[in-house]
């Protein structure tokens, strides 16, 4: 995230919990919604306080110029996320920073916005710890990982903005083989093709769908420049060396309906085959997958005798190939018979998992 917000023009980012800090002016928050493949959300500080009561809270919320960042015609909805917060109902701190912003509108405007739990036009956070409390303005209203392209979706899909985090942490470059032998509905297929030709992932939303052009002081040229900038940044290309396969028609049929519709079908294969029995497409690159993993009854034994043939594909298919694999199912490297050169702690929504990556040499690595 620290190389998205140096690339769009920030400046002293480092890592908090949850994110980046960092400051950049108006035209850095535009480019990192269209530029950024990461990011969930790029928040627009507001301002921090101590607090200890939800009047506290109120008072806060109160000081802040809503009027000054958008009009009271607009939508809104109040978004609360705490950690150790002494507070007993975030729902009871919602409605109040909500009566705060209305208040404020009321008394300058005589004038009140309306709530929008669904498709609000403005988005407030409010982020509480054990003592502080902090606001921010929401510039990218849905999440960045909706980039618009994935049409046909299959269950528990990989969200993009992890897909292309993953890719970026195996070391894959535009150029490189790159395979996806369990591609469900084609995320890493959709991310690589996209880095590989510089398309911008912002560029795939619709006018307006960004919170920024929503807010007070939109700038409608420069974002006309940046955008225009972004797509003229695009390369041709044919075939790329990216390929992914599934086991299930259905899934390979879903992929490539993602591909067409983001135009890039033509640049990468899809087919149906078993990872366990197909070929490398390549002597040498990078294998990738989101290989199944569960906690539900039956799935552990399943698993358990599945995750050996896979180590054993791997072996048998892929020498000369680095390959990761991310899982929540802590057996995985033992069970697959592979020692993982890497092993990094990773959230897949709400679940911790772990991308392991395994250089795959010929032969046995015993003497």
């Not at 405007?109 to 409390?133: C, E, M, W, Y």
């Not at 041709?236 to 879903?254: F, T």
């Amino acid at each position: 995230m620290v190389e998205d917000v140096a690339a769009a023009g920030g400046q002293g980012a480092r890592q908090v919990p949850g994110g980046v800090e960092f400051a950049g002016d108006r035209e850095c928050c535009y480019r990192m919604n269209l530029e950024s493949r990461i990011a969930t959300r790029v928040l627009w500080w507001l301002g921090e306080s101590a607090y200890a009561t939800e009047d506290d809270i109120y008072r806060f919320a109160l000081g802040i110029d809503w009027p000054k960042h958008f009009d009271v015609e607009r939508t809104l909805r109040i978004y609360v996320t705490a950690q150790r917060s002494p507070l007993k109902s975030l729902e009871f701190v919602t409605l109040r920073v909500k009566d705060a912003v209305c208040d404020r509108f009321r008394d300058l405007t005589g004038q009140r916005p309306n709530v929008d739990t669904k498709s609000p036009d403005v988005r407030i956070h409010l982020f509480l710890t054990d003592r502080q409390a902090t606001l921010y303005l929401d510039t990218s209203g849905e999440p960045l990982w909706q980039r618009g392209h994935k049409i046909a979706k299959v269950g528990a899909p990989l969200k993009e903005n992890l897909a292309a985090g993953i890719l970026r942490l195996t070391g894959w470059q535009p150029g490189m083989s790159l395979l996806d032998p369990m591609c469900g509905s084609g995320t890493f297929l959709l991310e690589a093709a996209q880095i590989a030709i510089g398309d911008a992932p912002g560029l795939s939303r619709e006018a307006g769908e960004f919170g920024f052009e929503r807010l007070r002081g939109f700038d409608a040229m420069l974002w006309h420049r940046l955008k225009t900038a972004a797509a003229e940044h695009r390369v041709a290309a044919e075939r790329l060396p990216v390929w992914g396969s599934d086991l299930s028609a259905d899934a390979v049929a879903r992929a490539r309906q993602n591909l067409a519709h983001a135009g890039i079908d033509d640049l990468v294969e899809v087919q149906q085959a078993d990872f366990l029995d197909r070929a490398a497409p390549a002597p040498e690159g990078i294998l990738v997958a989101n290989p199944p993993y569960g906690e539900r009854l039956g799935e552990a034994d399943e698993l358990a005798a599945f995750y050996p043939r896979l180590g054993d594909a791997l072996k048998r298919n892929f020498a000369g190939w680095t390959c990761w694999l991310l899982s929540a199912d802590t057996r995985l490297p033992k069970l697959i018979g592979l020692k993982p050169a890497r092993k990094i702690p990773l959230f897949n929504g709400n679940l911790e998992c772990r991308l392991y990556g395994f250089p795959v040499v010929a032969g046995s690595h015993r003497k």
